[in-house]
């Protein structure tokens, strides 16, 4: 695990967003582009001390290039396989002492350090974990995914079963997350009208 900043700020008030209950929060995400502008905003304005785990190294590469500024609440992890499991007991210490937000960027990219279906079942375990043990002092965990729509179901892409409950299923469309029980067939990710919709 490699850490940019640890930044030890508490901030109290309520995190502003449309997502109910503290989660996990797994957001289906058909296009790379409004992923990242969604996250960064979801943790520039949370309003609390923020967790973002950069599986993708994507935010941390826009901060290190100055595209990006990073704000004071946000603690950046970058996590690697060796030190996933010191790394995830840290973050569990912190989040379930304090609330906090932890945005997970993305199950894919957490999943893909050990590759295969069961890197994908660490990941989810991992992010179930963190919620489970942050819910009583009301850390919200929220998990982007890189998502298709296949024959059984919505699956990680480029492969691997989502296994959240389908109450905690979001689709990220025009600039926010919609539950995915209330997007309409031609918006969800593999459709013919997902294809055109994506997500910004």
């Known amino acids: 695990m490699s850490c940019i900043l640890i930044c030890p ?21 058909p296009n790379i582009f ?20 950069d599986a993708d190294m994507l935010y941390s590469g826009y901060i290190h290039a100055g ?32 609330p906090h937000l932890v945005i997970v960027d993305t199950l894919n990219g957490l999943g893909g350090m050990w590759g295969g279906p069961v890197g994908i079942r660490r990941a989810v375990h991992s992010v179930m974990l963190l919620a489970a043990l942050g819910r009583g002092v009301g850390t919200m965990v929220v998990a982007a995914a890189a998502a298709r729509e296949g024959p059984a179901g919505y699956e990680l892409a480029p492969g691997g ?23 309409a067939p031609a918006d969800r990710p593999g459709s013919a009208g997902g294809r055109r919709h994506t997500g910004a």
């Open 34 to 53: 409004p992923k990242c502008s969604y996250l960064e905003r979801l943790a520039r304005d949370a309003g609390r001390a923020t967790i973002y785990v």
């Open 9 to 29: 700020v508490h901030i109290p008030e309520p995190l502003h967003t449309n997502l109910v209950g503290t989660g996990p929060h797994v957001i289906l995400c």
């Open 67 to 98: 595209m990006l500024e990073r704000p004071p609440h946000v603690l950046v992890r970058r996590p690697e396989p060796s030190g996933w499991n010191a790394d995830l007991a840290a973050m569990i210490r912190i989040a379930s002492t304090e």
């Open 161 to 183: 079963r989502l296994v959240l409950g389908a109450g905690r299923l979001y689709l990220l469309k025009d600039g926010g997350p919609v539950p995915l029980a209330d997007a």
